[in-house]
Structures are given as C-alpha cells and as structure tokens.
C-alpha cells in the first residue's frame, strides 16, 4: 500500500461505518420508535457521511442512506402500497445564515411559503370522488403502509368531502401527532405501569398509528396537521392557494402559515416562532420554506431525496450546562429502582430543572456519568428534563467511581437484575413500603377500583399506623378507625366507606387491571377479560393459551402465571372475592340486544354517570357502532358537558341530533 492509499484508509472506514450508524439509527427512529440519537448528531454524521462519498466517488452504493429517506416499514398487519408521487425528506439546517443563503439563490421575486416543522408521522391520505380511500405513511419513500382504519379514527382527519367540483383524485400530506396533553397523560399511564416512557410525543405518534387496534388508538387522542396537496388539474397556482383551498374543504390546516416576500421576512418568521411554538398545543422542531409558485417548484426540481425547492430550518435545543449534585433511588410499585438526577438548579425553557430521570443502570454507564460532573441537560420536545452528555474537560470530571447499588434503598432487601432487562428490581414485594404503597394507590386509582378519598397521602397516613398493608385491607377499614386519624373526621369517613362499597360494582376487567400485575395495563387487561371472564379460568390458563390472546405476548403471559403462583397473592385474591368483587364477567357471546343496531354513534364531551370508556362498551353491547368523527352517517351524538365546538358545528350543519346522557340511558334500558 502506498502512502496515499495509507492516509486514505482510515476515511474510507470511517464512510463505511457512518452507513452503518445511521442504518441502524433509522431502523430505531422510524421502526422501533425508540431514538438513539439527536436530530441534530443523525443530521451531523450525514452530513459527514456526504462529504466522505463526494470525497470517493467509487464508493458510491445506491442503498446508502445518503441516497434513500428512512423507512417505517416492517410491522405486520398493515398492506403495503406504492405511493402515486414519491415522499421525500427535507434538507435540513440549523444555521439561519445557511437559510439565508439558501432564499438568496432562489430566483428574484419567488415567494417563500413559511410553516411550523411539526414533530410527527409522515401522512399520505387519498381521496377519491372525496372519499378517504388510502392513508399510506412515508414507509421508504417508494412505498407505506396503509393505516387507513387507525387514521380513520383522528376527529380532525375527514372521511368524505360534501362539496361541489372536488377533483376526481387528491392527495393531502401531513404529519400525525399526539398533542403535548395527550402524551403526558399516556406517558404518565406507562409509567404506572412501570413501561418504558416514550421519547417524545413523535414517538408516541408514531407507535401509536402503527398498533393493530383502532380502538387504543382513537383511546389515545391522535391529531393531525396537513401541509401538502397533489394531483392533476387541483385548484390554485401556488402552494398558498391549495392549502386555503383545503382548509374550505374541511381540512385541518395551520393557521400560522405565511408567504413572504424577502428574506427579512423569512428571519423575522423564524425569529417570533423560535419564541411562540413554546405556546402550541403540539409539538414543533423548526420551520420549513417552500417555493410558493407550483410551476417554478417542477423547475427546481428534485434531489435523489431532497426537493430543491423546500428546507427545513431545524430549531436548536435549549440545553444548560450544570453539576450532577448527586443520584437517589426511587422503588415503583412493581420493585423497579429508578436512578434520579439530583442538579444544581437550571433555568430551561422558562422553568427551574432541579431532577432529571436517568433511567437505569445502563444508561448511567452509557454517557459515564456520576455525582461531581457537569452535566448537560435539555429539555426534552420543551417539556421532558433530560441529560444527553457530560462535559469533557478534564477540569470539571469527577474522579468517584459509580456503582448501582445491591440493596434496595427503602426496605435493604438484595436487589435482582432479570436476565434481558435493563432495570434492577427489589424483590420483597411484601414488605417493601414503597411496593406496598404504590399497588395500594394504583389499586384505588380512577381507571381501576376508582375509590374517592384514598389518596396518596391518606394512604401514606394508613400505612404509617398499620391500617393498610395490602389492597385487601381497604375492604377492612372500619369507620371509627379512619375518624380517628389525623385530618380527617366522621364525614371524610363515611364518604371513603361509600366509594368502597361502591368498587364492589366495578366490573372484572377493571379489577384486573386495578390487581397490579407486572405490564398487564388497562387495555390488555380488557382483552384477557373478553377471553377470560371468570379469575378462576383465567388462574388455571397456561402460558401458552395467554399467548394466544391479542398483544399479550411471552413475557406478559409469564408475570401473569407468576401471580397466581405466589401464595400471598391467592390469600389476597380470597379476601376481595369474600368482601364481593367482581371476579366474573360477561362471556363474549356479542350484545346484549340490537337496541343500537346498525347506528353508527359519535362520543364528545365530558360525563357524570359513566366515563366515555364504559359508554363506548354499552354502545358495543347494544349493537351499535363507536366512531370517531361527525358524518352524514352519523345516527346521533352522544353529548356530554363541554362537547367539542367543531363537532357541534358540523352536526348542526348536518341535522345530527344530539343525546344527552339520561336519554341515552333510557334508550338502551328500554
């Protein structure tokens, strides 16, 4: 080898192995939803990767991820369909000086199209003689995913547009979110659960439309916003007027889109939304720029994966440098023992940052971290703290060591580590406070028992003088006991006894929720209680025959005969079924009467006697339909309190009635 080739080897390495990170980094981001780096590092190391293969022209390979977009594609369940027009990805800049050159080289007099970079899920939706027919995701660009029956169930996504000349063929692009409310709460339910938290509110979106049950996924509360419109001989010159054109359609589309004239116009954009965005509803990572006029975008014309008439302009993330104080340990409720960030106090995104999660053992060790450095933190999607590195200057590492511990913090038991997992667990579910405490308040949580007045610190309060040991025991509780302890009285009293006595009537699949089994959520624990409609048949079922049940997979199957295993749990399960609870439900024979047959029903608003999830399963029962949005098909709308003003609106415009809930109630009692 020569001294030229010599010095080149290590680059030629260094292109081969930048294919393989961002292949895989792809692979995580748009299949397993779960990121492994920054928008900002993946856009760093193509930008890298580009360089190395301009810089060798015989490495060019025509399945580099320089040359093809990332691809969603591989879950199973959803058909496979070619897009008519090819998705693309956007160029990206984190430089306003680059956006500046960029509208430059534009022609003289072009208009700019700026919108908001929203952070979601690629969207192609069909429409056909104004039917919904298609909604493929970008998939690898070629060819997506057709989602149709998950998108269907987005209010803010129509299925039929009832108005005159509408072309025989559209298309519409967007992207599928999960408002920032939504991912909170979801995220806050998967932490009860003890389930890995998603990254962001992308991540959810995206994991959310790719699940095999529109039921969970109308649940979860998608939203979207589109942006594009194709197709032959469509209304309109620029991109503007398509997009006002599809919001007279009925369309979801942003009000904050601007056309601009110069460049100072454009800066002036990014500049007030750099600030506002914090104030939206949804997420956004950064601005885009379109040529506004449709005739000079085909002249501009395209790159292998890029349009040359578009950008995005990516917004940085606001990130503070600071020490890492020191790391406590938090137990949940299922043992997990959660490392905790303990910082000196930060201002980020207009909020004080004093404690960031850091996962677990092996993320710890992942950015070699410990108590002494200075770490970086950023603000997750604007809301979530997190630590992504720490500062390398030799002059501010610390020199401890960092080792998790092997005994619980809260009650000194030896702490496990199960083969494949990456969290340590305590395993003394009995006599570990935080364990004990955490089953009790998820037990008496809303969406399982629903007993008012057992709060987490009352529960606390019991627990510390020895009234609450075990869920069991809230059946035991006497009305001079709870009279008698600290802030409460007679009527506090009276009104706890009521809510117990009430959860007797929850039915048996709430209740198997509410017992706590390790990942056995609220919607799985329906899905085995439709399979399994007594506690006895589903304690002698195999982990086998679970595994036959919809997304209840080997591991699941597992924690679940692991619990009737254990002997505390049975003697625990004696005592509920002898204080009444529902341990039988209705075998899955279909509805209980055609009172609602053939009536397609929309749900909106808030109720007082039962929540939307128990309507939604007597509409089932009666033989109606639940769905999402408001259409000539729509029998009537189920009206709570605050009923959404859109869908009053088009109901009114389409004669729908409106049922209020004692109506409804009266109907299918007949």
Not at 549 to 576: C, K, S, T
Request: proline share 5%; aromatic share 8%; hydrophobic share 35%.
């Amino acid at each position: 080898m020569d001294l030229f080739s010599a010095i080149e080897e290590p680059e030629r390495e260094e292109l081969k192995r930048l294919r393989k990170e961002l292949e895989e980094a792809n692979y995580k981001y748009y299949v397993l939803n779960m990121p492994t780096l920054s928008d900002r590092e993946f856009d760093e190391k193509m930008h890298r990767l580009q360089e190395l293969e301009a810089q060798f022209p015989d490495m060019f390979d025509p399945k580099s991820p320089t040359q093809h977009v990332g691809s969603d594609l591989g879950k199973k369940g959803f058909e496979q369909i070619k897009h008519k027009y090819p998705m693309l990805s956007l160029a990206n800049s984190y430089s306003r000086e680059e956006i500046e050159d960029w509208v430059r080289k534009l022609p003289s007099n072009v208009e700019i199209v700026c919108e908001l970079k929203y952070d979601g899920l690629s969207i192609s939706l069909w429409y056909e003689h104004g039917v919904l027919v298609r909604a493929l995701t970008r998939g690898d660009g070629v060819q997506g995913d057709d989602v149709i029956a998950n998108i269907k169930t987005i209010p803010s996504i129509p299925w039929r547009i009832e108005r005159d000349n509408i072309p025989e063929f559209f298309e519409l692009r967007g992207e599928v979110l999960l408002p920032w409310e939504r991912f909170e709460a979801l995220n806050k339910e998967r932490e009860e659960q003890e389930e890995p938290l998603f990254a962001n509110p992308r991540n959810a979106a995206s994991g959310t439309l790719k699940l095999q049950d529109p039921r969970e996924v109308a649940r979860r509360g998608l939203d979207a916003y589109l942006y594009y419109m194709l197709g032959d001989n469509l209304p309109g010159k620029t991109h503007f007027e398509r997009l006002e054109t599809a919001k007279q359609w009925g369309f979801h589309i942003s009000d904050a889109i601007k056309v601009c004239k110069n460049v100072d116009e454009v800066m002036a954009y990014i500049a007030y939304w750099d600030t506002e965005r914090k104030n939206l509803p949804v997420a956004t990572d950064g601005i885009v720029l379109k040529v506004n006029d449709l005739t000079q975008q085909e002249e501009l014309g395209y790159t292998a994966k890029t349009p040359r008439w578009a950008i995005a302009y990516k917004f940085p993330a606001e990130k503070q440098l600071t020490l890492l104080k020191e790391i406590t340990y938090q137990v949940g409720r299922t043992g997990v023992v959660t490392p905790v960030a303990n910082l000196e106090p930060v201002q980020l995104s207009g909020t004080i940052v004093q404690r960031a999660t850091l996962h677990n053992e092996d993320f710890i060790r992942s950015l070699d971290i410990r108590p002494g450095d200075k770490v970086w933190v950023e603000k997750g999607g604007e809301i979530i703290p997190k630590i992504t590195g720490k500062e390398q200057s030799d002059e501010v590492q610390s020199t401890k060591d960092f080792s998790f511990p092997d005994i619980c913090p809260e009650c000194g038991a030896k702490l496990v580590r199960v083969e494949g997992e990456s969290a340590w667990r305590c395993p003394n579910e009995a006599g570990c406070p935080p364990q004990i405490k955490g089953k009790i308040e998820h037990f008496v949580s809303r969406k399982a028992m629903n007993i008012d007045g057992l709060g987490e610190e009352t529960i606390d309060l019991f627990y510390q003088n020895g009234l609450l040991r075990n869920i069991a025991d809230i059946y035991d509780l006497k009305l001079e006991d709870i009279a008698a302890q600290e802030r409460l009285g007679a009527k506090s009293a009276q009104n706890m006894l009521a809510g117990i006595e009430a959860s007797k009537q929850v039915p048996w699949s709430r209740v198997l929720f509410a017992l706590g089994i390790r990942m056995v959520g609220e919607t799985t624990a329906k899905k085995i209680a439709r399979v399994y409609n007594t506690i006895d048949s589903l304690q002698n079922a195999t982990a086998e025959q679970l595994c036959a049940i919809e997304d209840v997979g080997p591991q699941i199957a597992e924690n679940i005969v692991a619990y009737f295993n254990d002997m505390r749990n049975l003697e625990i399960l004696a005592r509920l079924r002898q204080a009444g609870l529902q341990f039988e439900g209705e075998a899955a024979e279909g509805p209980k009467s055609d009172k609602l047959a053939g009536m397609s029903i929309v749900i909106s608003g808030t109720f007082s006697y039962h929540s939307r999830d128990e309507y939604k399963a007597m509409i089932e029962a009666n033989g109606g339909k639940n769905v999402g949005s408001v259409s000539k098909k729509t029998s009537f709308i189920l009206a709570g309190e605050n009923m959404g003003p859109e869908k009053r609106k088009k109901a009114e415009a389409l004669g729908i009635k409106l049922m209020n809930e004692a109506d409804f109630l009266q109907l299918i009692s007949g």
